[in-house]
């Protein structure tokens, strides 16, 4: 009975560590400034047969980045590890061998972590033991993460996976590769040339503004890939793909409650505000971008007649007034829920408390030919359709 305890609360320490120190990552490098448009390459598991390939195509880009060696594979390739270095390439540790921290005894891992030299060190899978941290500190290392992976060692096509990285490629990230594969080069080929288009500058990690990760980075980093799965489901999708673009809109029927303009049900645009790049843009950015973005909509809106109306409902909605949107009272229920989440994201990735003197939480709309006329070409305007008349409505008590 004691021994089944015992190994219970051993499985619970190392579940509480991987999940803490691997899945929110807390206390590693993860990322840098989201405010700077520098991103950091990182490849895994090599040197390998893919070494050369690789660096020849960082080379045509002038591209520098950072690899994180094993190694049994730096003794193997100690040709390939000099011309690493020959090119100007960050050297890292990825451990002596490529096994999970879960099956190494402390002793076994503080070896593995010992016997390759460099100031960071990621480990194999990202996994942790309860001892991973405490051994790579002994030893001078900094663990080093990452908040996006290219999923090179899956089996769908390196266009989709190209597409991917761009699509959720932000200011400071840090991208997960491998020096193992070759879908990993096709997958630069195409993404690399697109990301330096759009204003993102690869640089290695020791030329990043990193911070470890606090405990809002790491559930920031642990509901990535819920925001992925919003994203997909609702079919939201980006307005631009340069570096600090910050809107995003997904279709939808409107939700109500019903405004003079429109009634519930009609089909419209529901806005979001990317939480990354707005908590780290300057306001009068902040500004530049989010009228950009409204500049792009209105392109969209364009060749798409059916949308009558783009809202948001959110604390927020007193700052698109500026933007021409109107604002309107919302249910006491469409209050609540919305005032949690944006209570959530507010402190996630702002470190904002609720304050008393708080906006409440609005409507905000603006129809699609008051849209149009404010950021879309006049010829556009002139054929958008009028809108169907809406019958006379009360706010909401």
């Given amino acids: 009975m004691i021994i089944a305890e015992v190994l219970v609360l051993i499985i619970l320490v190392y579940?509480?560590?991987d999940l803490l120190f691997r899945w929110m990552g807390i206390g590693a490098?993860?990322?840098?400034?989201?405010?700077?448009?520098?991103?950091?390459?990182?490849?895994?598991?090599g040197p390998s047969e893919h070494t050369r390939s690789l660096l020849e195509l960082l080379h045509r880009h002038?591209?520098?980045?950072t690899f994180f060696v094993t190694g049994v594979q730096a003794e193997r390739h100690p040709d390939l590890l000099e011309a690493l270095r020959a090119d100007g390439h960050q050297i890292e540790s990825h451990g002596y061998w490529h096994r999970q921290a879960f099956f190494l005894w402390p002793w076994q891992e503080a070896r593995h972590i010992q016997r390759v030299p460099g100031k960071l060190y990621r480990p194999p899978y990202g996994a942790h033991s309860p001892f991973t941290r405490l051994l790579a500190r002994l030893h001078g290392k900094v663990v080093?993460?990452?908040d996006l992976e290219s999923k090179d060692w899956t089996d769908r096509p390196a266009e989709e996976l190209a597409e991917y990285l761009i699509l959720w490629c932000k200011p400071g990230s840090v991208l997960l590769l491998h020096d193992r594969y070759p879908l990993t080069l096709r997958i630069l080929e195409i993404a690399l040339p697109r990301l330096i288009e759009l204003g993102y500058q690869p640089v290695r990690m020791d030329e990043m503004d990193l911070e470890p990760l606090g405990v809002r980075q790491g559930l920031q980093r642990a509901f990535q890939g819920y925001h992925e799965r919003y994203f997909e489901k609702n079919r939201v999708e980006r307005l631009g793909l340069e570096v600090f673009d910050l809107l995003s809109v997904g279709p939808t029927a409107f939700p109500g409650p019903a405004v003079p303009e429109a009634q519930p049900g009609v089909k419209a645009y529901e806005v979001h505000l990317d939480s990354v790049r707005s908590s780290a843009l300057p306001t009068m950015a902040l500004l530049r971008q989010t009228r950009r973005g409204f500049q792009l909509l209105a392109r969209r809106l364009e060749g798409e007649p059916e949308i009558r109306l783009v809202y948001g409902i959110s604390y927020a909605a007193v700052g698109l007034k500026v933007f021409g949107f109107k604002l309107y009272p919302v249910s006491r229920l469409q209050t609540i829920i919305t005032g949690i989440a944006n209570i959530w994201f507010m402190w996630v990735y702002r470190g904002e408390l609720p304050k008393r003197d708080l906006p409440l939480v609005q409507l905000a709309y603006i129809t699609r030919e008051e849209l149009l006329a404010r950021y879309g070409s006049r010829e556009a305007t002139a054929a958008s359709p009028p809108p169907p008349p809406a019958e006379p409505q009360s706010p909401p008590l």
């Fill in 62 to 65: 002038g591209v520098k980045a």
């Fill in 29 to 45: 490098y993860a990322w840098g400034s989201r405010s700077s448009p520098k991103i950091a390459l990182t490849f895994d598991d």
């Fill in 144 to 146: 080093a993460l990452w």
């Fill in 15 to 17: 579940g509480v560590c």
